[in-house]
Nanobody, 117 residues
Framework: VQLQASGGGLVQAGGSLRLSCATSGSGVSFNVMGWYRQAPGKQRELVADISTYSNTNYADAVKGRFTISRDNAKNTVYLQMNGLKPEDTAVYYC????????????WGQGTLVTVSS
């Protein structure tokens, strides 16, 4: 199973980007899919995640600006990012886990988001 993240890029503050994470490989069903990010010199942190039943969880820093969604049939997860700020600059990684709790089983390669002021 492979996860492929896309959609990153350079955007001005206040702008928007939409990240996508597609799954390829065997027909694994993921209980939870999500996005993490890692800024230079910082630890990887959760941005948002979403369950099979569309229960969502957001980091406080992105609430009200980012929206996570998923297409269960395609095992694809999206992250709509609006009102981007320079502090959102990071490499964004998608991930997925089979169980309801625990560490992620699979990770994508990361996509860089750069927000200029």
């Amino acid at each position: 199973v492979q996860l492929q993240a896309s959609g990153g890029g350079l955007v001005q503050a206040g702008g928007s980007l939409r990240l996508s994470c597609a799954t390829s490989g065997s027909g694994v069903s993921f209980n939870v899919m999500g996005w993490y990010r890692q800024a230079p010199g910082k630890q990887r942190e959760l941005v948002a995640d979403i369950s099979t039943y569309s229960n969502t969880n957001y980091a406080d820093a992105v609430k009200g600006r980012f929206t996570i969604s998923r297409d269960n049939a395609k095992n694809t997860v999206y992250l709509q990012m609006n009102g981007l700020k320079p502090e959102d600059t990071a490499v964004y990684y998608c991930g997925a886990r089979i169980l309801r709790f625990g560490p992620y089983n699979y990770w994508g390669q990361g996509t860089l988001v750069t927000v200029s002021s």
